[in-house]
Structure formats: structure tokens, C-alpha cells
Nanobody
Framework: VQLQASGGGLVQAGGSLRLSCAAS????????MGWFRQAPGKEREFVAA????????VYADSVKGRFTISRDNAKNTVYLQMNSLKPEDTAVYYC????????????????????WGQGTQVTVSS
């Protein structure tokens, strides 16, 4: 399985970016997907996750109301729409695949991820 993330870049505070993550393989809808991020000197943290069907989403409190995760199972792609970006959103963003299609909201930890994408840099200037 390969996960190819794209869409990162440099944006001013208050701006928007949309990240994409294209997955190889079949039966994409059998797997929940997520986004994590890691800022310099900090641990990787959970950002958002979506169930295999797309019917259930979970967000970190820090991005709730600003970020939206979605997926297109026909295109094997998961997206992260990021609005009202803040300098503290600056990080490398990683997409992730989980081995099951659904988890309870508190269970989308990094320890359950079975495949990681390569990361895409998001830089928000003040």
C-alpha cells in the first residue's frame, strides 16, 4: 500500500489549503483514514479521521470548525480542507490508513495506523 500526500505549501494566516492523499490498492472503503501532523520539536499529533464509508468523522479540538476531512472512495483519495489557518498549524502533515473501517472517536490513535504517507509541509505565516 502506498499513500501519496500532496497539497501542502506556504499560506498566510487566515488562508486555506486542501491536502489530498491518494492510496494504492483496492477496497479503499474498507479502511478508515486519518491525518496527523508534526511540528518541529513536537510529537506527531492526531488531526482528523474518517470512517471507511465517510459517514463518521472525528477532529482534534484544535482544528474543529476549521478543518474538514472527506473522502472519495471512487478515487481512493482522502482530503483535508483547512480553512482559517493559523501559524500554529505549521507542521508536516501525514495521511494514515487504519486496518479497520470504523473506530470509536477516541480510538484513532497513531498506534493503530498500519500505513503512513510521506508527509507534506504546511507553513502558515503570520
Amino acid at each position: 500500500v502506498q499513500l501519496q500526500a500532496s497539497g501542502g505549501g506556504l499560506v498566510q494566516a487566515g488562508g486555506s489549503l486542501r491536502l489530498s492523499c491518494a492510496a494504492s490498492g483496492r477496497t479503499f472503503n474498507n479502511y478508515a483514514m486519518g491525518w496527523f501532523r508534526q511540528a518541529p520539536g513536537k510529537e506527531r499529533e492526531f488531526v482528523a479521521a474518517i470512517s471507511g464509508s465517510g459517514g463518521s468523522t472525528v477532529y482534534a479540538d484544535s482544528v474543529k470548525g476549521r478543518f474538514t476531512i472527506s473522502r472519495d472512495n471512487a478515487k481512493n483519495t482522502v482530503y483535508l480542507q483547512m480553512n482559517s489557518l493559523k501559524p500554529e498549524d505549521t507542521a508536516v502533515y501525514y495521511c494514515a490508513r487504519y486496518p479497520n473501517s470504523y473506530y470509536s472517536s477516541s480510538s484513532y490513535s497513531s498506534s493503530r495506523v498500519d500505513y503512513w504517507g510521506q508527509g507534506t509541509q504546511v507553513t502558515v505565516s503570520s
